[in-house]
């Protein structure tokens, strides 16, 4: 095997012919002899020409072309049940390994099904109310069913990403996010594959329960763990009728002698319960800001040197810079997106972004925010591990104040980083709507003065044309990562305070963003399985 790199201006395919040619020359065969060519990874370079670039392993005859290789999953229906809190990508991959080992899934979700979801999502816009157990955060998908889909994560240390990649095709994805550098799939295309891996894990046994928000978490006097749950109205009775019957003991209480806790970082009353019981919890940094809205023309123009065709793939952007000591960064940028309100209670003003397959919208948006460490706030530590959660509860409800509502307290940049209101604003894809506000104070000084300084130094040295009146920033994005840690024994993967117990996911400190979040769900489902089998 040889792999070669090629490079074809952007805007058509690769043939097979290009790719053979170039393999037999790269390995000093004629074409016949080479058996096959596999695309490893693609990737845009608008350096100089603008390009895709490919990477592709090439074989001669008689040599093996190795495939990936997906685990089977097993029928389930009368194998020992394993509790799963939550249905977010951490809980959905541990629930698809646990079929592939043999355990049955019993899946507590305290939000609707992945389509039951969508009217209270778009109510939330228009009422301005939230429903503490549907919305942007909360429900069948978790998080990860409605945004951008980008499937990236930085570190390849947490396990195997094809594993996630691979099944998320055969649930429904392009299969081009095999070989994209950049995956993403799409707000319009997530809920079809989040049906999709409901309907195999029914299919092999395992079980779903919506509506049922877990309340209590118990150790039995056997060893096993009771959960106790309460029934949230509102949620169709179909999410229990459609799956069948646990044969472990419910009714509000489950049984089981392993739970996966993948509550994900916005269940406060969560980490409240530990709290209250007295169980280890740690302060964990996480990373607050704004969200930028700038018109997806101008980073277009900026990423592609004014060279953009609309068939080309609709510009990104991501910085990551040192001001004072402490990371600012670019977080979850949706090109060709929409803002959405992401609170999970009444009170409190949260962004976040999406974007459909197509990132077609006229606005680029992105989260920027600046680290915030366990030791910054001495003022909160009263909370003790809870001190950053309640920081950053404090400055949900602080924008909500200013606003009265879901509006966005918003300012345009150059006036954020001079210090003035900003007399007008311009056009936001933010349905809920935005209001002057002078977000410079709004925000805690320190990160305020960060991204005063980050914002001009961006537009000067990495990205020109970043750096204008015509953005705008909306306050506030806070839910980047989870404040809190519920720390696990490094070797079982076990919660310290109640073996058993699998904290797992964004909500226990171990994971960020969709892929993270489902290979923590997968390490621990693993471990489990393994723990059960000895
Ligand atoms: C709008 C938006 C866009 C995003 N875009 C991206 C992106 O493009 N790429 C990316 O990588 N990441 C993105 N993220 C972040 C990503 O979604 C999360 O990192 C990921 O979903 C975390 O997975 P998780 O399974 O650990 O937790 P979650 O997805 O948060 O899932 C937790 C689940 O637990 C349930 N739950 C909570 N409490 C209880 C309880 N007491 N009882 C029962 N169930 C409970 C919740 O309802 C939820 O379904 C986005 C997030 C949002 C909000």
Redesign the pocket.
């Known amino acids: 095997m040889k792999e070669i790199e090629m490079s074809i201006p952007i805007g058509r395919d690769l043939t097979d012919g290009e790719m053979l040619s170039a393999a037999a020359r790269a390995l000093g065969v004629a074409p016949g002899k080479v058996s096959r060519c596999k695309v490893l990874r693609r990737s845009i370079d608008a350096r100089n020409d603008i390009v895709y670039r490919y990477r592709i392993a090439a074989y001669v005859s008689g040599e093996e072309c190795p495939e990936y290789r997906l685990e089977e999953y097993r029928d389930v229906s009368s194998a020992e049940p394993v509790i799963i ?7 959905l991959f541990a629930a698809l390994k646990l079929l592939m080992r043999g355990f049955r899934p019993v899946i ?4 609707k099904d992945v389509h039951g979801r969508k009217p209270d999502m778009a109510a939330l816009s228009v009422s301005g109310k939230v429903d503490p157990d549907s919305n ?5 998908g ?3 069913a ?5 499937l990236y994560t930085r570190s390849s240390k947490r396990g195997d990403i094809r594993e996630v990649l691979h099944q998320l095709v055969l649930f429904g994805a392009d299969p081009e996010i095999l070989v994209d550098a950049h995956p993403h799939i799409g707000s319009d295309r997530l809920p079809l594959i989040v049906e999709n891996i409901r309907n195999c894990i029914v299919s092999h046994g395992g079980e779903y329960h919506f509506g ?3 309340t209590d978490i118990e150790r039995n006097t056997d060893g096993s763990i009771s959960v106790r749950t309460a029934s949230v109205s509102g949620a169709p009775a179909a999410g229990r009728g459609s799956c069948q019957d646990s044969g472990a003991e419910h009714e509000d209480i489950f049984r089981a002698r392993r739970v996966i806790l ?6 406060r ?2 980490y409240g319960l530990f709290d209250g019981k007295g169980w280890a919890l740690e302060a964990k940094g996480f990373a607050l800001g704004v969200r930028v809205e700038h018109p997806q023309s101008l980073i277009n123009r900026i990423q592609y040197h004014g060279r953009y065709q609309p068939f080309m793939p609709t510009a990104e952007y991501s910085f990551v810079t040192q001001v004072k000591d402490r990371g600012v960064f670019s977080f ?1 940028m949706c090109p060709g997106g929409i803002l ?1 309100p ?1 609170a999970t209670s009444d009170g409190e003003v949260v962004l ?3 974007s459909n397959s197509a990132r077609n919208s006229r606005w680029a948006n992105a989260g920027v925010v600046v680290s915030v460490e366990p030791g910054d706030m001495p003022q909160y530590g009263r909370y003790g591990a809870l001190s950053l959660m309640q920081f950053q509860k404090d400055v949900e409800q602080s924008m909500f104040r200013f606003s009265g509502s879901l509006k966005a307290p918003a300012q345009r940049m150059m006036d954020f980083c001079r210090g003035v209101e900003s007399r007008d604003l311009p056009a936001t894809s933010y349905r809920p709507g935005a209001v002057a506000a002078p977000l410079h104070e709004l925000l805690p000084e320190h990160v305020s003065q960060r991204l005063r300084l980050a914002f001009p130094e961006t537009g000067n040295r990495k990205l020109k044309g970043y750096y204008t009146n015509d953005a705008l920033l909306l306050g506030v994005e806070s ?1 980047t990562s989870s404040p809190v840690r519920i720390p696990r024994d490094p070797e079982t993967l076990e919660y310290v305070s109640l073996p058993g117990l699998y904290p797992c ?3 226990a400190g171990y ?5 993270s ?1 489902a290979l923590d769900g997968i390490n621990c489902a693993a471990r489990l399985a393994a723990a059960l089998a000895e």
């Open positions: 809190i939550g249905a977010g990508p951490a809980g507590l979700e305290r939000g942007y955060c909360f429900g069948e978790g998080a990860g409605f945004s951008d889909g980008k049922t928000k877990v993948a509550t994900g970082h916005s269940a009353d969560i979850c959405v992401s976040n972004g999406m839910r996911g964004e909500g994971a960020g963003g969709i892929v979040s």
